[in-house]
T-cell receptor, first 112, second 111 residues
Framework: AQSVTQPDIHITVSEGASLELRCNYS??????LFWYVQSPGQGLQLLLK??????LVQGIKGFEAEFKRSQSSFNLRKPSVHWSDAAEYFC??????????FGKGTRLHILP | DSGVTQTPKHLITATGQRVTLRCSPR?????VYWYQQSLDQGLQFLIH???????AKGNILERFSAQQFPDLHSELNLSSLELGDSALYFC??????????FGPGTRLTVL
């Protein structure tokens, strides 16, 4: 069955530090992969997506993610976080019939 | 602003009641998805409509139903409400097969 695992429920980093959020997926075919961000009380906003081609994808707000087929991973990175990046981040995989399966999310806390 | 609108923003009601949540997709998007987000269950896919037709069902209770109208807006009907139905309900839209764009959500509180 298709699934998405985000192993870290909470992550805390200092402002200006680098960030990596982990995501592993289980899906038999070539996946569509997404990262969404949700600020408190808000809807989900698409950060970036991978459909095919270059395995390093760039997104909005300075985020990037790398698709590694051999590791079934799609980790999200940012070289230097800002206090405004504090939010919940969801990794997701697109499967048949346009369904998207979301991970449980990782809540990012930023230390000043 | 994703271009997806949801009304109402907040809804407070009592157990046993029925409510209707409304969603207008982005212009040109034929697909509408409904999700429920709660603290214990996370983000759960409920149902997907494409151009008026139901395409996929997820963890949607029998007390819940949805439809998509000819103008492509969608409504999610929740009946015989229970305390456990309190959650954020999101609508998303997409051009088929691509990323989904989420609305701001409706926060439902059942007292």
């Amino acid at each position: 069955a298709q699934s998405v695992t985000q192993p870290d429920i909470h992550i805390t980093v200092s402002e200006g530090a680098s960030l990596e959020l982990r995501c592993n997926y289980s899906y038999g075919a070539t996946p569509y992969l997404f990262w969404y961000v949700q600020s408190p009380g808000q809807g989900l906003q698409l950060l970036l997506k991978y459909f095919s081609g270059d395995t390093l994808v760039q997104g909005i707000k300075g985020f990037e993610a790398e698709f590694k087929r051999s590791q079934s991973s799609f980790n999200l990175r940012k070289p230097s976080v800002h206090w405004s990046d504090a939010a919940e981040y969801f990794c997701a995989v697109g499967v048949l019939n346009d369904k998207i399966i979301f991970g449980k999310g990782t809540r990012l806390h930023i230390l000043p | 602003d994703s271009g997806v609108t949801q009304t109402p923003k907040h809804l407070i009601t009592a157990t046993g009641q029925r409510v209707t949540l409304r969603c207008s997709p982005r212009s040109g998007d034929l697909s509408v998805y409904w999700y429920q987000q709660s603290l214990d269950q996370g983000l759960q896919f409920l149902i997907h409509y494409y151009n008026g037709e139901e395409r996929a069902k997820g963890n949607i209770l029998e007390r819940f139903s949805a439809q998509q109208f000819p103008d492509l807006h969608s409504e999610l009907n929740l009946s015989s409400l229970e305390l456990g139905d309190s959650a954020l309900y999101f609508c998303a839209s997409s051009i088929a097969g691509t990323e989904q764009f989420f609305g701001p959500g409706t926060r439902l509180t059942v007292l």
